[in-house]
T-cell receptor, first 113, second 114 residues
């Protein structure tokens, strides 16, 4: 079983639409969770952390369900500039004295005019 | 601007040539990482350095070596490049426990081995 799984998409949505991405993770000891955004041919950049109680940042809402080992990202009122690949990322203690992030392969979003 | 700086941005190598990818961060982070990203494969960890003076293998270390030169710098060396090492390489840094902040990535090195 892959450690972090995402639907690769692509999700093609019209401007103004609401779109949701889901992610599952296999390591029940995972402690921190993130969504990263990666534009074409660019480096990944932190979009938002995901907290147990759920959190919102403008048009973006992230949810965590530890029991089901499931993370979601909701984007409301999609903009053309939201077009990117969204990476689900999970942090767990590596056992070698450090924490490491495990990345999903990403979900591609295209927002269409 | 504070962040992670990678050099070079682009490189073409012939099979068997060697090269070193350089990475430096100015955020006083303890941990540094090298990833490669290939189409359909996502980001895969090559090596990491949890703190100055330590390095450990990641998921795909074969064909690579690393050096944590000091707290700021973490280099990745290809001793004898192979076409399978054609990829985009990202360096990243973080606190020992990348909690709220996660990782900060450099802009990447696009390497082609012919």
């Amino acid at each position: 079983r892959k450690e972090v799984e995402q639907d690769p998409g692509p999700f093609n949505v019209p401007e103004g639409a609401t779109v949701a991405f889901n992610c599952t993770y296999s390591n029940s000891a995972s402690q921190s969770f993130f969504w990263y955004r990666q534009d074409c041919r660019k480096e990944p950049k932190l979009l938002m952390s995901v907290y147990s109680s759920g959190n919102e940042d403008g048009r973006f809402t992230a949810q965590l369900n530890r029991a089901s080992q499931y993370i979601s990202l909701l984007i409301r009122d999609s903009k053309l500039s939201d077009s990117a690949t969204y990476l689900c990322v999970v942090n767990a203690f590596s056992g070698a004295g450090s924490y490491q992030l495990t990345f999903g392969k990403g979900t591609k979003l295209s927002v269409i005019p | 601007n504070a962040g992670v700086t990678q050099t070079p941005k682009f490189q073409v190598l012939k099979t068997g040539q060697s090269m070193t990818l350089q990475c430096a961060q100015d955020m006083n982070h303890n941990s540094m990482y090298w990833y490669r990203q290939d189409p359909g494969m996502g980001l895969r960890l090559i090596y990491y350095s949890a703190s100055e003076g330590t390095t450990d293998k990641g998921e795909v270390p074969n064909g690579y070596n690393v050096s944590r030169l000091n707290k700021r710098e973490f280099s990745l060396r290809l001793e004898s490049a192979a076409p399978s090492q054609t990829s985009v390489y990202f360096c990243a840094s973080s606190e020992v426990q990348p909690g709220i902040g996660g990782y900060t990535f450099g802009s990447g090195t696009r390497l082609t081995v012919v």
